[in-house]
């Protein structure tokens, strides 16, 4: 075959000019290239071809070629080699026929004319991967998918980042004619399709948000998780070439970009939307932003979104207020508000109640030091409370030294160990919460400069436990600090830091203060971050060897207890529903905190009363530190089985993947009191002090997830079902048909495993494969009484 070719070639070089003319009617030559429209000829310049080499590429579809027979290949859709012999065949090339010209030849030739490009829709899966490179802008920076509510492939807006400034173009799929589909740099007809449809469908109760430009769109989903965030393509000229309809019904608030063009396509959107949505309403940015400013962008210190959102104002008002920043926006202001038909009355409003903490969680030296550190403050008494038991957890276990086992105090449940090892977010309802101020005091708590050197030499105390601030960045991250370390590397630090004490080898205890669990959230949604899985090892076990081939990090028995912090506001950004799910959120106790009372000058602590509290509680962490296992007096066992079906009960929605390891963390916190108390074992009155704490924690966590769900779909199906029962297929019809099996199932299993909805197998006419039929299970007094049966029966099977 390359034979043929390298013929072709040679017998057309002399005559290229008239080849390309004809392969593409309707161009012109400039210079040394032939200009024309598209690979299907016509007027224009994106198609461009060298009448020296016959090499060439049509920017505006990707499409390049190296000679004149890979560009006749691409004309009529066919094989290089095809192609190759059609040229032959035509322009008698080995053969006697005579080259004709151009005027008689063309209806001979295959056909070359013109034809008009038809979107094929959805996008094929068998379509090859969209271009990343175009021949004028060169390689994308950013790729946007437009997709159907089903989340099939309909089109692509594509970025190219400039040296004065950036283009963003389409990118469909299509055919000219009966060519062969390919993809093209060109819209879609009119009217084309939101971005963020899939949105729509997977949260169909939630409002929508709508901004302008892609980026936007991601940015906007990121900050508000529980909005639906939308856009359209074009900016802000194209608002009346897009497909709104999907938003009929639905609660729309729009943000506009913050220049002129931006604040008028939100009033042009806003008449478009008047009728057909439930309301309409728009968010004007302060104007202290900079012009132009978006959700995409760095915002100022100070601002947050997710609180700005909330002074979204009538459409009427938008327009007033705009009409006096943009005087030009005024004569064409003429919109209407879009009423909400079923909005709720005043007295339906519900506010949910702050959670009360109860000083029963504070018993002994622990209720001495809160009532102390909060005396004069502003400081929450929970969130001392917690901190001082996590950096008491921090101290007491895992010194190699500290007991014949070296392992520390425990307590077994089956052959699980629960040490006292505990992790706790404070949550402020605000950056004023006063969250921080809890650490201070537990660092001067856990300070020794009131101790006598006879008395810690008395006691057997090692070092305290290693200090960290954070912030928590990866598994890896938090494996290093606790490794194992070799005697090279400990040779090593100690001849870098010579000043420092020598800790003693197989010390794992670390105490990790983070003041911006924001931030440690955000890492867990990186692609291939640890964080969330290392959490969880070192919660569980205190062991992490993932199964990497470059440089893994083994830890076992490593001892961290983490305190971290987070804004409510931050919190509503940064938590997405995965961590929760998944077992992040429960490894945690979640604790609200918010300024106790207004104080302009705090005092610091009277030294005469912090001293004994700190001798006394390292007395307490070094007679700690000597305890192995542990376990509950008669007393505290009749206690704990009384409300273990309390503790164990399933909870649904977010809230309940935060709170559904409450046996766990009660069990770990009653320990906790116990050595606090300066027991070998745990009574009833550590066992009420766990109570206290656990149900401050989880009152907390439903303060600030309750009214969430841990996933819309297992809200929706709960819905359906309560119409009545429906079969597999039934049930599937009533999701639209667009929830595939895969998500679907283990949604289906895990709400049966909750006990939240029965199935039944149903055989028809006693043949063939059984029906699955789900219902909603009704909770009633009769099925908790045979709960409570099923787990006291499990209990006297206990060994």
């Known amino acids: 075959m390359s034979g043929i070719f390298q013929e072709v070639k040679d017998g057309l070089q002399s005559r290229l000019v008239d080849v390309v003319q004809e392969l593409l009617p309707g161009g012109r030559v400039s210079g040394k290239e032939y200009l024309c429209g598209s690979l299907q000829g016509g007027s224009g310049d994106s198609c461009r071809t060298n009448l020296e080499t016959g090499k060439g590429s049509d920017f505006a579809s990707g499409d390049t070629w190296g000679d004149i027979i890979g560009l006749a ?10 192609a190759a012999r059609e040229l032959s065949k035509q322009y008698g090339i080995g053969t006697a026929q005579a080259f004709r010209p151009a005027a008689t030849s063309s209806a001979a030739l295959p056909t070359s004319a013109p034809a008009t490009f038809a979107p094929v829709l959805p996008v094929p899966q068998s379509a090859p991967e969209p271009p990343r490179h175009h021949p004028q802008h060169g390689q994308a920076s950013q790729m946007w998918r437009y997709e159907d509510a089903q989340g099939r492939a309909l089109a692509y807006a594509v970025r190219f ?4 400034g950036k283009a963003v173009l389409p990118l469909c799929y299509g055919q000219y004619g009966n060519n062969r589909p390919q993809w093209a740099w060109k819209a879609l007809p009119e009217p084309r399709p939101l971005y963020g449809l899939p949105k729509l469908t997977a949260m169909p109760d939630a409002p929508v948000l709508l901004v302008e430009g892609e980026k936007t769109a991601d940015a906007a989903q990121r900050y508000f998780p529980y909005h639906a965030a939308l856009t359209w393509s074009g900016g802000s000229n194209a608002v009346g070439k897009a497909d709104f309809s999907p938003l009929q019904g639905r609660e729309v608030i729009i943000w506009p970009d913050n220049d002129e063009p931006g604040f008028a396509a939100a009033l042009e959107l806003a008449k478009t939307l008047a009728g057909t949505t439930r309301s309409v309403a728009i968010v004007q940015p302060p104007d202290t932003l900079p012009s132009a400013w978006d959700l995409a962008d760095q915002t100022e210190q100070g601002f947050m979104p997710q609180v700005h959102i909330k002074t979204a104002m009538p459409v009427t008002e938008f327009a007033s207020r705009a009409a006096r920043r943009f005087p030009g926006l005024g004569p064409s202001v003429s919109v209407t508000d879009s009423q909400t038909p079923d909005a709720p009355e005043v007295e339906d409003i519900t506010i949910k109640e702050w959670p009360l903490f109860s000083f029963d969680a504070c018993p002994g030296i622990l209720g001495e030091f809160v009532k102390l550190a909060t005396r004069d403050s502003e400081a929450d008494p929970a969130a001392i409370a917690i901190t001082a038991l996590v950096r008491f957890c921090a101290e007491v276990y895992g010194h190699a030294s500290g007991n014949a086992s070296g392992q520390g105090p425990h ?5 699980t160990v629960h040490p006292p090892r505990l992790f706790a977010v404070i949550c402020g309802n605000s950056s004023k919460a006063r969250k921080g101020t809890s650490r201070h005091p537990v660092t001067k708590l856990f300070g020794r400069e009131h101790c006598y050197l006879a008395d810690l030499r008395e006691w057997g105390l090692p070092l305290p436990a290693r200090e960290s601030g954070g912030p928590l960045s990866t598994g890896e991250g938090l494996a290093h600090h606790v490794r194992d370390e070799t005697d090279e590397e400990r040779e090593r630090r100690q001849r870098q830091n010579p000043n420092e004490p020598i ?7 670390l105490i990790i203060q983070d003041e911006e669990f924001a931030s440690g959230l955000a890492c867990t949604k990186r692609e291939g971050n640890t964080l969330s899985m290392g959490i969880r090892c070192f919660w569980d076990s205190g062991d992490y060897a993932p199964l990497t081939k470059n440089n893994p990090i083994t830890v076992r028995g490593a001892h961290i207890n983490i305190i971290t912090h987070i804004t409510m506001q931050e919190l509503a950004v940064c938590l997405g529903e995965v961590q929760a799910v998944n077992g992040f959120g429960n490894r945690f106790l979640w604790i609200c905190a918010r300024r106790s009372k207004l104080v302009a000058l705090p005092s610091r602590m009277p030294e005469t009363e912090l001293a004994p509290l700190q001798r006394e ?10 305890r192995g296992a542990m376990s509950m007096n008669a007393h505290a066992l009749e ?25 766990a963390q009660t069990l770990r916190l009653a320990l906790v009191y116990a050595l606090l108390d300066g027991q070998g074992g745990i009574d009833e009155t550590h066992l009420q002090a766990a109570l206290a704490m656990w149900r401050y924690a989880q009152e907390s966590a439903l303060y600030i997830f309750g009214d969430r769900a841990a996933d819309p779909l297992e ?3 709960l819905e359906i079902l309560k119409q009545g029962p429906l079969a597999a297929t039934e049930l599937s019809a009533a999701l639209n048909r667009n929830v595939p099996k895969e998500r679907l199932q283990p949604l289906l299993q895990q709400l049966e495993a909750q006990r939240r909805i029965s199935v039944t ?9 059984p029906r699955l039929v789900f219902a909603l299970r009704e909770i009633n007094t009769v099925n908790e009484e045979n709960e409570n049966n099923e787990s006291n029966e499990e209990k006297s099977a206990r060994p």
Not at 161 to 164: E, N, P
Not at 617 to 626: F, G, I, P, S
């Open 761 to 769: 197998h149903i055989k028809q006419n006693g043949r063939g494969r």
């Open 715 to 717: 809200e929706r199906i």
């Open 639 to 663: 206690l704990w089985e009384s409300i273990y079906p309390e503790l164990s009960h399933e909870h649904s929605g977010l809230a309940g993947s935060i709170i559904n390891r409450a046996e």
């Open 411 to 415: 307590i077994y449940v089956g052959e």
């Open 73 to 82: 290949a691409k004309v009529w859709n066919m094989r290089q080699g095809e």
């Open 503 to 509: 800790r003693e080898k197989g010390d794992k205890r």
């Open 617 to 626: 509680m390292w007395r307490l962490v070094a007679q700690a530190q000597k």
């Open 161 to 164: 980042d400039l040296k004065d």
